[in-house]
Structures are given as C-alpha cells and as structure tokens.
C-alpha cells in the first residue's frame, strides 16, 4: 500500500479547493473523505475537480458537492491478486482499503500494486512427518508430495508464498526425504531458493527451526506445516506481526463443536438446567507461524520441541505472543475424509 495514503484524507467539511491541495500535494491523485472516525464517506479524483470546475462549483463549496459517496473498496483481507483484479475489471487507478467498520487502513494505486514485492523474509516449510493417518497412501509417498488437484500440497503452499513475494525457503524433511528434495530441487523451477534441513530423528515442529543455519536474514520468519491448503494472505499476516512487535505471531481458526446430547447442569442433586446440544467455539492453532529471529536463534540444536511448547515457554518468559484470526479457507489435511474434502474443494475454490 502507499506509503503517504494518510495525507490524503481530509474531513466532509472541506473545501474542493482545499481538496484539490491535497491531491496536489500528495500526487496521488485523489482524496479521501472520511468522519471523525476515520469512516470512508467518499472519494474524490482529478477527474470530480474537473466535472466540478465545467459546472461552475465554486472551490468554496463543500466537497461533499462533489465527491463519489459510493466508491468501490478493497478489505483489509483481500488478496493482493484479488484487489489488482477488482482494479483492472473497474478500471481504476486508486482503490481505499477498509476494516469490517469501513474505517481506511490504507490505499492501494494500480502502479503500486501492479509491481510484485520481493521479501526476504526466511520461509520455513514443515515437510518431515510420517503422515501416519493418511496409511496407505504415505506407504510410499511422504504426504507433502500427495497430490491436492495436479500437483503435490507443499507445491500448492510453495506456489502461494511465491506469488505473494516470497523466495527464501527451507524445508525440513525426515520421512522418505530424497523424494522431496528430488521434486522441488533448489527451488529454480518457481523462481525460488531453496534449502533442505534434514532431521536424523523426529525434533517436532519447533524443534527442526534449531537447524536452521545462521546466516539467515536478520528478519521475521515465517513457519508453515506442510499439510495445510489455505489462502492466507501472508503478506497481511507478516505486516500484522510487524505491527504488534511481539516475539511471534501465531495464526488461529475458529472451530466450532456441538454437544450432540442435551447438557445438564446440576448443583448438588437438583439439576439448575438442561441445554440442549449446544455448541461451543474456540480458537485452534492453524499451523501458521510468525517468529523473530531471536526467537529461532535461542532454540539449541537438535532440541526435540514442538510449537505449542515454544510459544507457552515465550509466554512464560513474558515475550508477546500475538493471534492473527484467519476467516480464509483453511483445511489442515491430517486425516483420510480431510484428504477427500481437499480435492473437492481445489477444484472448486481453487482452480
């Protein structure tokens, strides 16, 4: 998003000679009506001004007179893909990017958003389990390499890293390893790098970080089980940690269980109610992670350690542990009818 979208926002009780300052100054071309809240009212362009002056509106007038109190937005969610295509299907040069309160949390240009970002962030791609639920079909296959749709599910995780920017991968791998590596080699095939960190014995999803090498970026690194189909945006997901300025972020689903009996609730022998299958909701870990470096750098070599440990030993320690909701699809593939369902939704959701 621009950088400088803030000064471009001006108050209903603006002038459009007021306005056009603003879309001067900022030379972004348009100006954002918004209420004290910072609410969207509308949107005014080079193109209103002109309509404007052809009218004979005085630039004393208000820019209420003037602006469009309908204008097309991107959500705070909204993929990078998804917001060029609403541009380029509108023909748009600007679009506002909103919160749920319709609140502007930034502005997108079709010159800034047509550029594809580069991060070097480290990609740490979980690949090594046994995928003992999926028997027979891991038999011969490590379940990274199963196919969702044409192609392997770590392909389709890869795949989506890439089109947000990403290129600098590991991947961990134990079970039947030489198969991965051999598929995905050094990753030139996406446009990528990638690196392989071989585990001699099971070290659980926290503990393969400790063999990560050294001389990685000194940046955030983002950490994914390689069973899971999803459209998370990273990019929102990596600008989140980064604003919550925690020891890392952890990306969370709601799930939701009924009671399939009716619950009673008693004190002493007299019962108080009877709720009848109810649900509850909570929050799961979605096996997407954001770790600062410092993080990955104090967890020791060959540590059998698993994520859930790492993030309550941070907490403990009084570090920041942040949760990113994720509304997106998501499916963790850990089991034969999760198996099933992938494939009838990659070919309806995602090809």
Known sequence: MCADWRQVLIQPQASIEQAI????????????VVDE?????????????????INHTPLSASVVRI?????????????????????????LLHIPVVDSQRRVVGLETLLN??????????????????????????????????????????ENILESFAASGFTNFYISVYYKPEM???????GS?????????????????GGALGL????????????????ILTRVNFEHLLRFHQQQRG??????????????????QAEDQRITSIVEKPTHSYFVNAGIYVLEPQVIRDIKPEQHLDMPTLLQQLMESCKDVAMFPIHEYWLDIGRMNDFEKAQKDYMEDFV
């Open 21 to 32: 300052e603003v879309i001067e100054k900022a030379t972004l071309r348009i100006a954002l």
């Open 37 to 53: 809240q910072q609410r969207l009212l509308g949107t005014v362009t080079d193109g209103d001004v002109r309509r404007a002056l």
């Open 67 to 91: 602006m469009e109190s309908e204008p097309k937005v991107a959500e705070i969610n909204d993929s990078r893909a998804r917001i060029l295509s609403i541009m380029e299907r509108r023909k």
């Open 113 to 154: 958003i047509a550029q594809q970002p580069r991060y070097d962030n480290p990609v740490m791609l979980m690949a090594g389990g046994l995928g003992t639920r999926l028997r027979p079909l891991t038999n011969n296959c490590p379940k990274p390499l199963l196919k969702v749709g044409n192609k392997p599910i770590l």
């Open 180 to 186: 991965v590596m051999e598929y995905f080699g050094d």
């Open 189 to 205: 095939k996406w446009g990528v790098n990638i690196q392989y960190v071989r585990e001699n014995t099971p070290l659980g999803t």
């Open 212 to 227: 990560l090498p050294n001389d990685m970026p000194d940046l955030p690194v983002l950490v994914m089980n390689g069973d």
């Open 247 to 264: 020891a890392a972020t952890l990306c969370v689903r709601e799930y939701e269980f009924q009671v399939p009996y009716g619950v009673v």
